[in-house]
């Protein structure tokens, strides 16, 4: 089955610096990847994601890459601010819709 | 629309008893999937149902099973509880026209076992 691994487990980083999470999968039917925010004691909600067929996506401060030849993707948020401070799962979902998700990484925003 | 809703919010039990979760999901969609979170490690895929079958499962003992109606709402049941069951109980529901959707949380339940 499939296998994603997310990097760092924490991150912490100044107010207005960039955040960067990264995570790998095995499985190279999985073409659907979605990333998550959720904040402490409330739901993962769905911040950006990303199809197969595309190698960058953005959203205001929030961008997502993807390379599917390295098996990787990325989550990129700039300017950070105290409120993105949260777990973040990024997840990788196959042509069966099932999904697989990463450990997660807490941010820490450092104002 | 009303969002994924969960039912009840918070559960008490001890070893041995039973435990049944409800999930309604997103009026219109019909896959339901089930998440164990713990601390430290992440969300652990249970079962997703759609149309009334278990679609996909993950690798948890038999203890733990589930069911979706016709109007899509599901149930999660956990028999002989054990104190490693106590997480957060997440559903997620996506609609699934044609293809990969995304999948939608509720807010969980919170189950503790004495």
């Known amino acids: ?111 | 629309k009303a969002g994924v809703t969960q039912t009840p919010r918070y559960l008490i039990k001890t070893r041995g008893q039973q435990v049944t979760l409800s999930c309604s999901p997103i009026s219109g969609h019909r896959s339901v999937s089930w998440y164990q979170q713990t601390p430290g490690q992440g969300l652990q895929f249970l079962f997703e149902y759609f149309s009334e079958t278990q679609r996909n499962k993950g690798n948890f003992p038999g203890r733990f099973s589930g069911r979706q109606f016709s109007n899509s709402r599901s149930e999660m049941n956990v028999s002989t509880l054990e104190l490693g069951d106590s997480a957060l109980y997440l559903c997620a529901s996506s609609l699934e026209l044609a293809g990969i959707d995304t999948q939608y949380f509720g807010p969980g339940t919170r189950l503790t076992v004495l």
């Open chain 1, 1 to 111: 089955g499939e296998n994603v691994e997310q990097h760092p487990s924490t991150l912490s980083v100044q107010e207005g610096d960039s955040a960067v999470i990264k995570c790998t999968y095995s499985d190279s039917a999985s073409n659907y990847f979605p990333w998550y925010k959720q904040e402490l004691g409330k739901r993962p909600q769905l911040i950006i994601d990303i199809r197969s067929n595309v190698g960058e996506k953005k959203d205001q401060r929030i961008a997502v890459t993807l390379n599917k030849t390295a098996k990787h993707f990325s989550l990129h948020i700039t300017e950070t601010q105290p409120e993105d401070s949260a777990v973040y799962f990024c997840a990788a979902v196959n042509t069966g819709n099932q999904f697989y998700f990463g450990t997660g990484t807490s941010l820490t925003v450092i104002p």
